[in-house]
């Protein structure tokens, strides 16, 4: 029987770290473990992760893949499924883990998993969001966690298997909480390029915020189907050109040396 341990990163997530944990346990649990690693709630997170059996830690944020990471290390198990704290287990894809904690992993080091997106109350099915595979379930021992910004994402060394069923992903419920979500990851997303070197003269920033958003929008509403989203397929598209918008202008920006605004590191929602 795989042993597996559950790690989910926190910073008040009060709102939405029970339904995660909910999702992991039922009559045949699917984590042996679960830890919780906070990096300084001041809201219930804390006592809602000790009030469902999670073990929990403190630990500073170090960015999305370093935080990961250290959580990783301090678990129990060399298996780890890492979730989102707005993320939870369908039971289709629980099934699917049990299986393999029965089978084994076989030759994998890691397994991918469909996730879904829940936008403004609907599931989004299209618009470029869904399959969105991500590989959460994966031996430490072969894997970690790279990238410093806005596209961590688990590496290993070896085969990896796909599990079927989804991986729930709660976003946002309102556009105000999508307008400060973008604000941040356009930050986070201009940084990135910026550290890069991927700077940008007045004349190529004015090509990309002319006719990058027209394009994105275009691309994820007619060619990744965002219409059979219904009005909220729209409004993505929408979204999708707006990033495309803010994060050159605050990479120009940047280059001018200019403050740019939304520069949280630690984060309360994920798109």
């Known amino acids: 029987m795989l042993e597996i341990s559950a790690v989910i990163i926190t910073l008040n997530e009060e709102r939405r770290l029970a339904r995660a944990l909910e999702s992991l346990s039922g009559s045949s649990p699917v ?3 679960v830890l919780v690693v906070d990096c300084g709630s001041t809201d ?5 992760a000790e009030r469902r059996g999670a073990r929990v830690l403190s630990h500073p944020w170090e960015g999305y893949a370093r935080q990961k990471n250290f959580a990783a290390s301090q678990a129990k198990y060399d298996w780890v499924l890492s979730l989102d704290a ?3 287990l369908s039971p289709e894809l629980a099934e699917s883990l049990r299986r393999v904690k029965r089978e084994g992993p076989g030759e994998a080091a890691g397994f991918r998993m469909a996730r ?3 936008y403004l109350g609907r599931w989004i099915r299209h618009s ?3 399959p969105d595979w991500k590989l959460r379930l994966y031996d430490r021992r072969r894997g970690s966690w790279v990238g410093d910004y806005v596209h961590e994402r688990v590496e290993v060394e ?3 298997g796909r599990l079927a069923g989804d991986l729930e992903h709660y976003t946002c419920d309102s556009l105000d909480e999508h307008l400060r979500t973008l604000d941040r990851y356009t930050t986070l997303g201009a940084q990135e390029e910026f550290e890069l070197g991927r700077r940008t003269g007045a004349l190529s920033t004015l090509a990309w915020m002319l006719l990058g958003p027209p394009w994105k929008f275009i691309e994820t509403y007619v060619f990744r189907q965002g219409f059979r989203d219904g009005f909220e397929g729209f409004v993505i598209a929408v979204m999708a050109g707006c990033y495309v918008f803010r994060k050159y202008a605050k990479l120009w920006r940047m280059g001018r040396r200019e403050p740019v605004t939304g520069n949280r590191e630690q984060k309360n929602e994920r798109l």
């Open 116 to 118: 879904a997106a829940r």
């Open 31 to 33: 984590a042996d473990e």
């Open 128 to 130: 470029g969001w869904y």
């Open 158 to 160: 070896g085969p990896t």
């Open 86 to 88: 707005d993320e939870a």
């Open 44 to 48: 219930r997170t804390v006592e809602i």
